[in-house]
């Protein structure tokens, strides 16, 4: 009988475990460049879908300009487009037009005559105000619901509350402000019914657009927290004699937030395009009016711009969210040298 001999199996390498990020500046690097790529998508989108419309916005421009007498002679015509470069080939404008928008220049308005950046600028503050105390009363206070629907799970207040943010976002946006004109202003006269400057003609707008994005952030972290409050390390966190407040702050709410802090930067781009309905209902001057006056005019110059300007907006904040990732949950951060080097070593069989 002969006896078997083993031979020693070559070392096996284990697979590395996935990580979030490889390096801290590679990801900072990563998230600037999705920041350009998003931006210079939305005005490549943007401007070939303006240029692409069968109308004409010089005719357009004529029309509007003699009150609907005529569209003006074909010299005319042939002339502002001309001016306005609209007769040179599509490629070519849309790099000069990028060239613009770079140097901060992007051009003049079709239908007012004057730069658009002036244009947009006189207004900007009036939506950007307006969209950050709303912003700053909707986070807020969908924070402070979402804690106090969710503290108890078993409590007649979570069973009662956990349904409101539906009901609230189904809400019309055109029809909530309309409803709070006619309880605050026309029925007791507390705010003015429209336009007006200073907070007290802010407060109706910014409760406005508040209402139905506090709704939809609240829905997100009550529904975060509820999963959160099951997990098996709060039972633990309970058995090792833990009060439920420091449980519930400290280990429930953290972990609870990224959901909340992701929707919270998508929901800045929603605010903006939000302005449209609210600025239109409460007759302030601003970028959702504009907007909506220009799209109406085809003025493509004021559109672009007002198009990009919200793109940098909404990517930025993602981009600042994207950043803070790391500091809520410690798990995407890169392991130490020490532990990557002890997960690539082989062993043997």
């Not at 879908?49 to 300009?65: G, I, Q």
């Not at 051009?107 to 006189?122: E, H, L, M, N, V």
């Not at 990224?258 to 930067?265: A, E, I």
Request: glycine residues 8%.
């Amino acid at each position: 009988m002969t006896g078997t001999s083993h031979t020693a199996l070559p070392p096996v390498a284990l697979p590395k475990r996935p990580t979030a990020h490889r390096s801290t500046a590679g990801y900072v690097l990563r998230r600037c460049g999705y920041f350009v790529v998003v931006v210079f998508s939305v005005y490549t989108l943007s401007f070939f879908l303006l240029y692409a419309l069968p109308s004409d916005p010089v005719a357009l421009m004529l029309e509007r300009r003699s009150a609907g007498a005529g569209g003006g002679t074909p010299q005319q015509v042939q002339a502002l487009r001309e001016q306005y470069g609209l007769d040179r080939p599509l490629l070519i404008r849309y790099v000069e037009t990028l060239g613009q928008l770079l140097r901060g220049d992007p051009g003049t308005s079709f239908q007012s005559g004057r730069p658009a950046a002036r244009t947009i600028a006189a207004v900007a503050p009036n939506t950007l105000g307006l969209a950050a105390a709303a912003l700053a009363v909707a986070v807020p206070f969908s924070l402070a619901l979402a804690l106090v629907t969710s503290w108890r799970r078993d409590s007649a207040v979570h069973r009662i509350l956990v349904n409101v943010p539906a009901v609230v976002a189904a809400v019309p946006a055109f029809w909530l402000g309309l409803l709070l004109l006619q309880l605050f202003s026309f029925t007791l006269g507390w705010v003015p019914s429209a336009g007006g400057s200073g907070p007290a003609a802010l407060v109706l707008p910014a409760v406005a657009l508040a209402l139905p994005v506090s709704a939809s952030l609240t829905a997100v972290l009550v529904r975060s927290l509820d999963e959160v409050g099951q997990a098996e390390f709060v039972e633990l966190l309970r058995a090792r004699g833990l009060p439920w407040g420091r449980v519930y702050v400290v280990h429930v709410a953290r972990n609870a937030l990224l959901p909340f802090v992701t929707l919270t930067g998508l929901t800045v781009g929603g605010v903006l395009v939000g302005t449209v309905i609210t600025e239109t209902v409460f007759a302030r001057a601003g970028l959702g009016r504009l907007l909506a006056s220009s799209v109406e005019t085809q003025d493509a110059p004021v559109i672009l711009t007002i198009s990009v300007l919200a793109a940098l907006v909404f990517a930025a904040t993602n981009l600042a969210v994207d950043l803070l990732y790391p500091v809520l949950d410690p798990r995407t951060r890169r392991p130490s040298g020490r532990q990557s080097g002890r997960q690539s070593k082989g062993v043997r069989a």
